[in-house]
């Protein structure tokens, strides 16, 4: 069983920066791949970034590629989303989820966090 906790979330204007964090416990976290996903009121939740066990593969959705960063430090048992150039149409409920591999589909991921909120001003 791993728990999940994410933290970084905020209000920022558009065109700022945050750094999300999911903290990691239980678990063999090594032996997870990492997602990132977002959910905006009234939609569905959608894949942002993933990552493999051991960083060496990563993915991002094209929404977001080349101004988010997904990371990780197994050592620490940390999983981190670099967010730059933040827009408008980031705003959304940001989750950590780890599962068996890296999927672009939420009902893949086996264990979840709790969420945090990002808010973007315009």
Known sequence: QVQLVESGGGLVQAGGSLRLSCAASGGTFSGYAM????????KER????????????????????????IS????????Y????????????????????????????YDYWGQGTQVTVSS
């Open 35 to 42: 997602g990132w996903f977002r959910q905006a009121p009234g």
């Open 46 to 69: 959608e894949f942002v970034a993933a990552i493999s066990r051991s960083g060496g593969s990563i993915y991002y959705a094209d929404s977001v590629k080349g101004r988010f960063t």
């Open 72 to 79: 990780r430090d197994n050592a620490k048992k940390m999983v």
């Open 81 to 108: 989303l670099q967010m730059n150039s933040l827009k408008p149409e980031d705003t959304a409920v940001y989750y950590c989820a780890a599962g068996g591999g890296i999927y672009y589909y939420s009902d893949r």
